[in-house]
């Protein structure tokens, strides 16, 4: 039974910065595809950063340069880390993870956390 749980959220001022943590279990996240997505309401989900089981990443444009995505296979946990926030990165942030996964493509992704909250103003 996979879960996914994510952490780190809350409130934060414009060019401040957060991290997120992703805690897995019931998968071997060096064998998964481990992702962010983000959220908001009447909008679609959005891929955010995603990271391969062997370890190479993918960003999306609106956030390179500002946002880093790594995991730490012993614990099982995925970590994004954001600077230089703004109130456009406001939205509930998810966890996400499948064995093969596509490229920040949320159909691609068949496990998923609850969802965080980040607030930037």
């Known amino acids: 039974h996979v879960q996914l749980v994510e952490s780190g959220g809350g409130s934060v001022q414009a060019g401040g910065s957060t991290r997120l943590s992703c805690a897995a279990s019931?998968?071997?996240?060096?064998?998964?595809?481990m992702a962010w997505f983000r959220q908001v309401p009447g909008k679609e989900r959005e891929g955010v950063a995603q990271?391969?089981?062997?370890?190479?990443?993918s960003v999306a444009d609106s956030v390179k340069g500002r946002f880093i995505i790594s995991k730490d296979n012993a614990k099982t946990i995925v970590y994004l880390q954001m600077i230089s926030l703004e109130p456009e990165d406001t939205a509930v942030y998810y966890c996400?993870?499948?064995?093969?996964?596509?490229?920040?493509?949320?159909?691609?992704?068949?496990?998923w956390g609850q969802g965080t909250q980040v607030t930037v103003s």
């Open positions: 996400a993870a499948d064995r093969y996964g596509g490229t920040l493509v949320s159909g691609d992704f068949a496990f």
């Open positions: 019931g998968l071997t996240s060096s064998r998964y595809c």
């Open positions: 990271i391969d089981s062997d370890g190479s990443t």
